[in-house]
């Protein structure tokens, strides 16, 4: 299976609309790919609070829309980053979106864990409630975003639902990259699946991003890496490898905690 992640730089002198033309050519590129990836908020940028308001598009806004086009006429599955949606109720979501080859939805997801501590997505973003998956032909991928990296008990509800193959959109910070590369590996690690972690590169409102995207099998070695850059990250990598290592090295079939535990 071959992947793609663009990690795009989401430079503010660029508008919104420029950037989703020239993200949308990158995706095109990218024919021949099995699935591509992009990072988190990557029309705004992650950091970027002020502008999540004027910036929030519906669902099936104009990013929908060009991100649709662009899966069909690539012929890829495409995760499509995650965008600051405007539900009809009225709030905001950070919200994802796969694509299929065919150009339909097959998925979205509004990430649970906000980042803020009381301030900026936190307080300006609703927090999503359902875990998702995506089945594709070779693998089912298991959707998260950013933050949600540092709570292990997402991924493993993943892996409950039957995800081989963890795939997180990300606008990390420059300041905190070592924490991106060792939770990247600790979750694969402990669920013995790939993760696929797309970060942007740039700068948001001042903040550096990491950049640094990276590929991860299920043994928790990198098999590819990116720079800090504007840069397209391309790996092939074997799904099956997922079902032998649970089988080698069965440590979920030992899981306690978490699972029914008489007490008393």
């Keep these: 299976m071959r992947a793609s992640l663009l990690q795009i730089d989401v430079n503010e002198t660029e508008s919104v609309d420029s950037r989703r033309v020239r993200v949308a050519a990158l995706v095109r590129e990218q024919a021949g790919a099995d699935l591509v990836v992009l990072p988190e908020l990557w029309t705004t940028g992650a950091f970027a609070y002020e502008g999540f308001g004027a910036e929030a598009e519906p669902l099936e806004g104009p ?19 995650s965008i600051p949606e405007r539900s009809p109720e009225g709030p905001l979501y950070n919200t994802s979106l796969v694509f299929s080859p065919s150009g339909e939805l097959a998925a979205s997801y509004r990430k649970i864990h906000r980042f803020g501590f009381d301030k900026g997505e936190a307080v300006l973003m609703g927090a999503g409630g359902e875990l998702v998956t995506v089945r594709l032909p070779e693998t089912t991928l298991g959707l ?4 949600d990296l540092r709570f292990p008990e997402l991924f493993r509800g993943l ?3 039957g995800a081989e193959t963890l795939v997180l959109a990300a606008g990390w910070p420059e300041r905190r990259r070592s924490h991106w590369t060792l939770l990247a590996q600790a979750r694969a690690v402990e669920n013995q699946a790939y993760v696929l972690a797309c970060g942007t590169a740039g700068a948001h409102a001042g ?4 950049g ?4 991860v099998d299920p043994w928790g070695e990198v098999l590819a890496e990116a720079g800090a850059g504007e840069e397209v ?18 440590a979920l079939k030992d899981r306690v905690l978490g699972l029914e535990v008489p007490r008393r």
Excluded at 66 to 77: E, I, L, P
Excluded at 233 to 249: A, K, N, W, Y
């Design 63 to 81: 990013t929908y829309e060009v991100m649709a086009k662009a899966a069909s006429d690539a012929g890829v599955w495409l995760h499509a980053g």
């Design 144 to 147: 998260a975003t950013c933050y």
């Design 159 to 161: 892996v409950d639902a």
């Design 207 to 210: 903040v550096p991003q990491a």
């Design 212 to 215: 640094y995207s990276i590929v």
């Design 233 to 250: 990250l391309t790996v092939e990598f074997d799904p099956g490898r997922v079902g032998v290592t649970r089988s080698q090295f069965p």
